[in-house]
């Protein structure tokens, strides 16, 4: 079969999302709103209030005025001059996608820096509250001290904004027990407890992550992830309030809700904090996540403001055993459409005819499939040669290069199954690899292995074991600037916290977790080569007070762009009794030249 014959892509686009032209009027008639409004400049972060890794079409504002799509990012448009700041991950893309001559585009670590030198003294620095939290507006405020003013107004781009899309008005569905594994009500009385615990007389929840998996319901509002955009305010005594938009209140939402909380127009928010505050009550916000103007409001009206994380995110990050059994399931479909997929590239690659865009429509083909796949996790990354190297690519119509014979190339995809999601990066050899390539990829397989084998005591951090997958990278002179793993949700968000492994998870990694595994390296210019597989944090055998990890991902991994010599007797142990258990889970399910190929690659080494 070739890459001709699927039909066009339905979860992914390669449409370039960017028009540079447009950068210029939009930036004038922006310009023209802050002087109407009297501030000297205003900041446009890549947000929404609900702080989501992808946003509506109608929040994309950064988008819409500096021409730049990435996840992360943050625009301060001045009345002189205009500055983009994204991370490592986007320092090519952005200037690619916005006008130069008139943005300045920055990379920084994260989107906590200083603003001072990019803004003139006594600038008044206009902000929509709904789209920063009280947390990063203290940093910012104390950081600007003495050299500008934060002025929160109503948001200028969207006065500007012409042509803008509807807000999204998605059907819900609520999960039944079997996916679920805990009712409603149950989780309900658990933060409810919390609250108690705290002394909070109520909590407001803003992320979708949060109150989709409280309420048990999923939801089609943004690419790629099963949310519901909504909040909820949770009392600790009481029932739950759900604010939705009017579009998506419905007889049958109300039916499915009855006996767990009441439902209201997401404009009664504003009401509903109110009271809260007019009584004196003490209300449990995380400073990380909530939009400002919650804190604002709630504040203003007389309530007690309690700093907190997130009551929902710890236990929604230990998974249940219904939710573990829907992520063994959604691994099996997905090694199922890999090891199509990767018989497919094995086939196609030596022509030399395979372009990027190629592998991504190939791939989703065969994922598409299973009639349960419901969506991409996310945008493919598909990088042939030396778009391997650019950690965070996405290929366009723009940017499709053809595959070589002899380069590498890297896939990182993942699904969204009615039973869980997924997440899974292979490296894969066309020809001959150099001694540097082997080298390299071995010593990745060599961190991914090390993490997936380590036994850990309770109360260990992700950030303590992040240096096992480093250590021979680091004997060679090398390391990858990214996180080593980030939690995964059960068909949730693909990125999810608050643990995973890198230097920045600081909390205990607990029975349940699923977390990423992902070293890599990356040659500029040249290759890329990053393996991941999931793995879920479970009590160690026999050894009382002590966790290890269960591998979901169910793929091979390509044993030709590995240097024998450079593995130990127990890695080639655990890479064989890996590839026996993915012939054992998977081969049953392919037949044909499909299974041939299974045979062959995972055979032991």
Same mark, same amino acid.
């Not at 203290?138 to 781009?157: D, I, Q, S, Y």
């Not at 400073?287 to 403001?305: M, N, V, Y």
């Not at 059960?490 to 977390?515: S, W």
């Given at each position: 079969?070739?890459?001709?014959?699927?039909?066009?892509?339905?979860?992914?686009?390669?449409?370039?999302?960017?028009?540079?032209?447009?950068?210029?009027?939009?930036?004038?008639?922006?310009?023209?709103?802050?002087?109407?409004?009297?501030?000297?400049?205003?900041?446009?972060?890549?947000?929404?209030?609900?702080?989501?890794?992808?946003?509506?079409?109608?929040?994309?504002?950064?988008?819409?005025?500096?021409?730049?799509?990435?996840?992360?990012?943050?625009?301060?448009?001045?009345?002189?001059?205009?500055?983009?700041?994204?991370?490592?991950?986007?320092?090519?893309?952005?200037?690619?996608?916005?006008?130069?001559?008139?943005?300045?585009?920055?990379?920084? %670590?994260?989107?906590?820096?200083?603003?001072?030198?990019?803004?003139?003294? +006594?600038?008044?620095?206009?902000?929509?509250?709904?789209?920063?939290?009280?947390?990063?507006?203290?940093?910012?405020?104390?950081?600007?001290? +003495?050299?500008?003013?934060?002025?929160?107004?109503?948001?200028?781009?969207?006065?500007?904004?012409?042509?803008?899309?509807?807000?999204?008005?998605?059907?819900?569905?609520?999960?039944?027990?079997?996916?679920?594994?805990?009712?409603?009500?149950?989780?309900?009385?658990?933060?409810?407890?919390?609250?108690?615990?705290?002394?909070?007389?109520?909590?407001?929840?803003?992320?979708?992550?949060?109150?989709?998996?409280?309420?048990?319901?999923?939801?089609?509002?943004?690419?790629?992830?099963?949310?519901?955009?909504?909040? %909820?305010?949770?009392?600790?005594?009481?029932?739950?309030?759900?604010?939705?938009?009017?579009?998506?209140?419905?007889?049958?939402?109300?039916?499915?809700?009855?006996?767990?909380?009441?439902?209201?127009?997401?404009?009664?928010?504003?009401?509903?904090?109110?009271?809260?505050?007019?009584?004196?009550?003490?209300?449990?916000?995380?400073?990380?996540?909530?939009?400002?103007?919650?804190?604002?409001?709630?504040?203003?009206?007389?309530?007690?403001?309690?700093?907190?994380?997130?009551?929902?995110?710890?236990?929604?990050?230990?998974?249940?055993?219904?939710?573990?059994?829907?992520?063994?399931?959604?691994?099996?479909?997905?090694?199922?459409?890999?090891?199509?997929?990767?018989?497919?590239?094995?086939?196609?690659?030596?022509?030399?005819?395979?372009?990027?865009?190629?592998?991504?429509?190939?791939?989703?083909?065969?994922?598409?499939?299973?009639?349960?796949?419901?969506?991409?996790?996310?945008?493919?990354?598909?990088?042939?040669?030396?778009?391997?190297?650019?950690?965070?690519?996405?290929?366009?119509?723009?940017?499709?290069?053809?595959?070589?014979?002899?380069?590498?190339?890297?896939?990182?995809? +993942?699904?969204?199954?009615?039973?869980?999601?997924?997440?899974?990066?292979?490296?894969?050899?066309?020809?001959?690899?150099?001694a540097e390539q082997k080298d390299r990829y071995t010593r990745v397989l060599k961190g991914m292995i090390a993490i997936s084998t380590v036994r850990f005591p309770k109360g260990t951090t992700g950030a303590q074991i992040d240096a096992l997958a480093r250590q021979f990278l680091w004997q060679a002179g090398v390391t990858y600037n990214h996180g080593t793993g980030h939690g995964v949700g059960a068909g949730l968000g693909v990125h999810e916290g608050p643990v995973g492994i890198a230097p920045r998870y600081t909390l205990p990694l607990e029975e349940g977790n699923v977390i990423s595994n992902e070293p890599g390296y990356y040659k500029p210019g040249e290759y890329g080569i990053r393996i991941e597989n999931l793995l879920v944090v479970k009590q160690a055998e026999g050894f009382a007070g002590y966790l290890d990890f269960e591998t979901l991902t169910l793929a091979p991994i390509d044993t030709r762009l590995i240097e024998p010599?450079?593995?130990?007797?127990?890695?080639?142990?655990?890479?064989?009794?890996?590839?026996?258990?993915?012939?054992?889970?998977?081969?049953?399910?392919?037949?044909?030249?499909?299974?041939?190929?299974?045979?062959?690659?995972?055979?032991?080494?």
């Amino acid at each position: 079969m070739t890459a001709t014959s699927f039909p066009p892509a339905r979860f992914q686009s390669f449409e370039e999302k960017a028009d540079p032209a447009e950068v210029a009027p939009r930036l004038a008639a922006l310009r023209a709103a802050m002087e109407k409004a009297g501030v000297d400049a205003f900041l446009i972060p890549r947000a929404d209030a609900h702080r989501g890794e992808s946003v509506p079409a109608s929040e994309a504002r950064l988008a819409y005025v500096t021409g730049f799509t990435g996840s992360a990012g943050l625009a301060v448009i001045g009345r002189e001059r205009a500055d983009l700041f994204v991370d490592s991950r986007y320092t090519l893309q952005a200037p690619a996608q916005t006008d130069t001559r008139l943005v300045s585009v920055h990379e920084v %670590a994260g989107m906590s820096f200083d603003l001072k030198p990019f803004i003139p003294a +006594g600038t008044k620095l206009a902000y929509d509250p709904w789209l920063h939290t009280p947390g990063e507006l203290k940093t910012m405020a104390g950081r600007l001290e +003495g050299h500008a003013t934060l002025v929160p107004v109503a948001n200028l781009v969207d006065a500007i904004w012409t042509g803008r899309p509807a807000p999204p008005a998605g059907a819900i569905e609520f999960l039944g027990h079997n996916r679920a594994g805990r009712t409603a009500g149950d989780k309900i009385a658990d933060i409810q407890a919390q609250l108690a615990e705290t002394g909070a007389d109520a909590t407001v929840l803003t992320l979708p992550e949060s109150i989709c998996w409280l309420f048990n319901m999923r939801g089609r509002d943004v690419p790629n992830t099963p949310f519901v955009l909504s909040f %909820a305010l949770v009392p600790q005594r009481g029932r739950p309030t759900l604010f939705l938009a009017p579009a998506k209140i419905t007889p049958d939402l109300r039916a499915a809700l009855q006996d767990v909380a009441d439902i209201a127009e997401e404009t009664e928010l504003d009401a509903a904090l109110g009271r809260l505050g007019a009584s004196g009550k003490a209300v449990q916000i995380d400073p990380d996540s909530a939009p400002a103007a919650i804190a604002e409001t709630l504040a203003g009206a007389g309530a007690r403001l309690i700093e907190k994380r997130d009551p929902v995110l710890l236990p929604k990050s230990r998974k249940n055993a219904a939710e573990l059994a829907g992520m063994r399931e959604a691994h099996r479909l997905d090694g199922v459409a890999m090891a199509k997929f990767l018989h497919w590239f094995d086939m196609e690659a030596p022509a030399g005819k395979l372009t990027e865009i190629a592998i991504v429509t190939a791939l989703e083909a065969f994922r598409r499939e299973e009639e349960t796949c419901l969506d991409a996790s996310f945008d493919t990354i598909a990088g042939a040669g030396p778009n391997g190297a650019i950690v965070h690519y996405r290929v366009t119509g723009k940017t499709d290069r053809r595959l070589a014979p002899g380069e590498i190339m890297l896939v990182d995809s +993942g699904a969204q199954y009615v039973s869980g999601t997924t997440d899974i990066t292979r490296t894969m050899a066309t020809g001959p690899a150099s001694a540097e390539q082997k080298d390299r990829y071995t010593r990745v397989l060599k961190g991914m292995i090390a993490i997936s084998t380590v036994r850990f005591p309770k109360g260990t951090t992700g950030a303590q074991i992040d240096a096992l997958a480093r250590q021979f990278l680091w004997q060679a002179g090398v390391t990858y600037n990214h996180g080593t793993g980030h939690g995964v949700g059960a068909g949730l968000g693909v990125h999810e916290g608050p643990v995973g492994i890198a230097p920045r998870y600081t909390l205990p990694l607990e029975e349940g977790n699923v977390i990423s595994n992902e070293p890599g390296y990356y040659k500029p210019g040249e290759y890329g080569i990053r393996i991941e597989n999931l793995l879920v944090v479970k009590q160690a055998e026999g050894f009382a007070g002590y966790l290890d990890f269960e591998t979901l991902t169910l793929a091979p991994i390509d044993t030709r762009l590995i240097e024998p010599d450079l593995l130990t007797g127990a890695e080639r142990d655990w890479l064989n009794a890996f590839h026996k258990r993915v012939r054992a889970e998977i081969g049953p399910l392919v037949d044909g030249a499909v299974r041939d190929w299974l045979d062959r690659a995972t055979a032991a080494i």
